[in-house]
C-alpha cells in the first residue's frame, strides 16, 4: 500500500512529499526519486518500520536535495503554457467557436470553446503521437521487408519503447514532445527489433539502415528526457 507523507521531508532536511510503498519482494529499505510526481519514493520490505525509511532519507538527505533540485519544472497543460511538439514550444490557447476540438497551428495548441484543458491538451497529443508513430513505423518496416502486428501508445517511466516477440510496438506518447529525429530513433530501434530481437552487431547494422540519429538521439534522451516525463 502506498501512502504520502509531507513532513517527512522537512524532518530529514529536505522540501518535497515523500511516498511510502511495501513490498514483499523487497530485501533492504530502497530510496529513488519519481522523476514525475517529484516525490520520494522509500520502499520498505515487510517487517521493516518506518523508522528505518526515516534514517535512510537522513542520511542521503543531500542526494536527495541535489536530485530533486536537477528536476526540470513541471509544465502544466493550461492557458498559456509552453508545450513542446516536436521538439517547438506551442503556447496553449482558448480560441472561440469549435466547441470540443482541438487542432495545432504553427507554434500554438488550439482549444476551442470551454472544457477541461489539461485533458484536451493530452488527447490531443497522444493523437499527433500515434499519426507520426505509424507512419515512421509503416517507413522503417517497408525498408527492412517486416511488419509490426500492432502500435500501441503508452505512458511508461523508465522505457521509451519496446517490441514484444509477437511483433507488438509500444511507444510513449510523450516522445511527440521531442524533435522529430529523436522520435525517428526510438521508432526505428523498435523496428528493427522486428528483424532481430536482440541487441547484437546485426541488430545494430539494421538501426544504422534506418536512421543515422542513434547517438545524438541517446544523448539528447539521456539529458531531456526526464522532463518530458514533467509534463502535464
Known amino acids: 500500500m502506498d501512502s504520502i507523507d509531507d513532513s517527512i521531508g522537512q524532518e530529514a532536511d529536505f ?41 535512510l532519507l537522513k542520511t542521503h538527505a543531500a542526494w536527495v536535495r541535489e536530485r530533486l533540485a536537477a528536476l526540470a519544472p513541471p509544465v502544466v497543460f493550461m492557458p498559456g503554457a509552453e508545450v513542446a511538439v516536436g521538439g517547438v514550444a506551442h503556447v496553449v490557447r482558448i480560441v472561440p467557436g469549435r466547441p470540443g476540438e482541438a487542432w495545432l497551428e504553427p507554434g500554438a495548441i ?25 507512419g515512421m513505423v509503416a517507413r522503417h518496416a517497408a525498408v527492412l521487408g517486416v511488419a509490426a502486428r500492432c502500435v500501441r501508445l503508452k505512458d511508461t517511466r523508465s522505457r521509451w519503447g519496446s517490441c514484444a516477440p509477437d511483433g507488438t510496438l509500444a511507444f510513449s506518447w510523450r516522445l511527440v514532445m521531442a524533435p522529430g529525429w529523436v522520435l525517428d530513433y526510438v521508432v526505428a530501434h523498435e523496428v528493427a527489433h522486428l528483424g532481430a530481437m536482440n541487441h547484437s552487431p546485426e541488430f545494430w547494422a539494421l538501426v544504422e539502415r534506418l536512421t543515422p540519429h542513434r547517438h545524438a538521439a541517446v544523448a539528447w534522451l539521456k539529458e531531456h528526457g526526464p522532463g518530458l516525463l514533467r509534463a502535464g
Open 15 to 55: 522540501s518535497g512529499p515523500v511516498q511510502w510503498r511495501r513490498s514483499a519482494r523487497a530485501r533492504r529499505v530502497s530510496l529513488r526519486i519519481d522523476v514525475r510526481s517529484g516525490a520520494v519514493v522509500v520502499t520498505l520490505p515487510l517487517r521493516a518500520g518506518r523508522p528505518a525509511g526515516v534514517a
Open 110 to 134: 488550439l482549444l476551442g470553446g470551454d472544457g477541461e484543458v489539461a485533458a484536451r491538451v493530452a488527447t490531443l497529443l497522444r493523437e499527433v503521437a500515434s499519426e507520426r508513430i505509424a
